[in-house]
C-alpha cells in the first residue's frame, strides 16, 4: 500500500484547519463536504481547529451552516478557547484588557474572567485578531507594557487571514506593532504551540499517534502539529506556496495539494 495512504487510513482523529483549508473566506472548497461525511462514515472524528480569535465558536457554528456544513460546540478547538484554558490555569482571577472583538470578549466572559475597558484596572492584557481595532486599544496596550510589568497574552500569531481577494492583517501583525513601540513580545498560546492539539487530543481520548493536524500554513498548523508530536500535514491551498514550502526550516510531515487527498486516501 502507497505509505501516504496508509498513513492517513491509520489516522482516527483529524484536525483541521478552517480558513485556506476547507473553505477561502466565505467559499466552500468543492471537497470539503465529501470529505468530512467520509470521515464520520468510517467511525474516525474530526475537529476544526482554529487560530483566528475575531469569532466565536458560536459565530463559526453560524459561518459552517451558512456554508453547508452542520457542526457542533463539542467539534471545535479554537485560540480563545487555548487562551481561556491557559488564563484558568496561570490567572484564574485575573481582570483582562482585551484587545479584541466582541465575540472573543464574550468568550472570555461565559468562561468567568472579568474585562475591562479601562487598561489601568487590568491584570492581564489579551492580543487577538481584532477586526474591530481602533487606535485607542493600541495605544492602551503600548501605556501599560511600557509604565508597569503586566502580563501580556496573544491568542495567535498569524501575520495574515486569507480572503478571496488576498490576504489581511492578523494577530501577528498587530503583535509586532506593540512590539516596534514597546519592545515587548506575547507569551503565545494559539498554533504554533502544542497547547490547541494537546487539548483535542485530551478531549477525544485519542493517542498523538493516531492524529493529525492539517492546514495550510507551515508557521501555524505545521509546527503546531509538529510540536504535538501528531503527523503534521501541509496543504497547498491556501497560504503556502512552493517557495515557502522549500524556504521553510519546519518541514511537514506530509504535503498534499488539498484535502480531497484524504478523501481518496480513506476511500482506497
Known sequence: MNDKIAKLQNIDLFLFD???????????????????????SQGKRYM???????????????????LGIAATEEEFISSSQATSYYL??????ATLYVCG????????ESEGFTVTYDASKADVIVMGNDQELTFKKLEDVCRELLTREVPYVATNLDYVCPTEF????????????????????????????????????????????????????IYTDVKSGLNAGCLAILVMSGETDEQIL?????????????????????KA
Not at 48 to 65: A, E, G, P, R
Not at 88 to 93: E, I, S
Not at 246 to 266: F, N
Open 18 to 40: 478552517m480558513d485556506g483549508t476547507l473553505y477561502l473566506g466565505n467559499r466552500l472548497y468543492d471537497f470539503t463536504v465529501e470529505l468530512l461525511e467520509t470521515i464520520k
Open 48 to 66: 476544526f481547529m482554529t487560530n483566528n480569535s475575531s469569532k466565536s465558536v458560536v459565530d463559526y457554528i453560524k459561518k459552517l451552516d451558512r
Open 88 to 93: 484558568k490555569n496561570t490567572y484564574p482571577d
Open 101 to 108: 472583538t466582541k465575540s472573543l470578549i464574550a468568550e472570555l
Open 166 to 217: 488576498g490576504s489581511v492583517p492578523d494577530c501577528g501583525s498587530f503583535c509586532d506593532m506593540i512590539y516596534n513601540c514597546t519592545k515587548k513580545r506575547p507569551f503565545l498560546v494559539g498554533k504554533p504551540e502544542a497547547l490547541m492539539p494537546e487539548l483535542a487530543m485530551v478531549r477525544t481520548n485519542t493517542p498523538k499517534e493516531k492524529t493529525a493536524v492539517i492546514g495550510d500554513r
Open 246 to 266: 522549500t524556504e521553510s526550516i519546519d518541514k511537514p510531515d506530509m504535503v498534499l495539494k488539498d484535502c480531497s487527498e484524504i478523501t481518496e486516501a480513506l
